[in-house]
């Protein structure tokens, strides 16, 4: 079965630096990855996802993340951090299943934004 | 678009009452999905539905809860009797059901507090 691993549950940086959060997944195949983001008492929102082609994938909001298969790994970056950017950060691995995808999502990581 | 809609955003109910939550997709979309959000367990998909035909349920917790989707347009998640545990942020999700590699859209939750 596939997962998925947020080893930091917060991570805390100043407005205007970089920003990397980590996720590790566990697949047999070929994986679908996203990463989703929760803004406080919202739902998920799609920041990026992969599913073929360049390993580097642009999203919205200045996020891009890097799928590197000999690592099992899928981090999100962004060059320089704004406050609006503090909320929860969720990766997701997903499986094609009945006519549509299954996500299995990581435990997330919270991020604070020190002005 | 509106997005896809849930009510009510919040619940508080007594421990043994009937709690039934609704959710309308986002039009055109064909796939539904329920997901429950706690501190513990994190993101956890319960149900999910693929031109209103319920595809996979084993995700739902136990007898007390049972899923509808009766149109395109409509779905219900019902938990009958509730207890203090059933207690967190419930999503309802949905996404045009082309396949792996498709985008999720949350709703914004229903909090439910079960006291």
């Known amino acids: 079965a596939q997962s998925v691993t947020q080893p930091d549950i917060h991570i805390t940086v100043s407005e205007g630096a970089s920003l990397e959060l980590r996720c590790n997944y566990s697949?047999?195949?070929?994986?679908?990855l996203f990463w989703y983001v929760q803004s406080p008492g919202q739902g998920l929102q799609l920041l990026l996802k992969y599913f073929s082609g360049d390993t580097l994938v642009q999203g919205i909001k200045g996020f891009e993340a890097e799928f590197k298969r000999s690592q099992s790994s899928f981090n999100l970056r962004k060059p320089s951090v704004h406050w609006s950017d503090a909320a929860e950060y969720f990766c997701?691995?997903?499986?094609?299943?009945?006519?549509?995808?299954?996500?299995?999502f990581g435990r997330g990581t919270s991020l604070i934004v020190h002005p | 678009d509106a997005g896809v809609i849930q009510s009510p955003r919040h619940e508080v109910t007594e421990m043994g009452q009937e709690v039934t939550l609704r959710c309308k997709p986002i039009s055109g979309h064909n796939s539904l999905f329920w997901y429950r959000q706690t501190m513990m367990r994190g993101l956890e998909l319960l149900i999910y539905?693929?031109?209103?035909?319920?595809?996979?349920d084993s995700g739902m917790p136990e007898d007390r809860f049972s899923a509808k989707m009766p149109n395109a347009s409509f779905s219900t998640l019902k938990i009958q009797p509730s207890e203090p545990r059933d207690s967190a942020v419930y999503f309802c999700a949905s996404s045009s059901g082309q396949g792996a590699g498709e985008t999720q859209y949350f709703g914004p939750g229903t909090r439910l507090l079960v006291l």
């Open positions: 539905f693929n031109n209103n035909v319920p595809i996979d």
């Open positions: 997701a691995v997903g499986h094609a299943s009945g006519g549509s995808y299954i996500p299995t």
């Open positions: 697949y047999g195949a070929t994986p679908y």
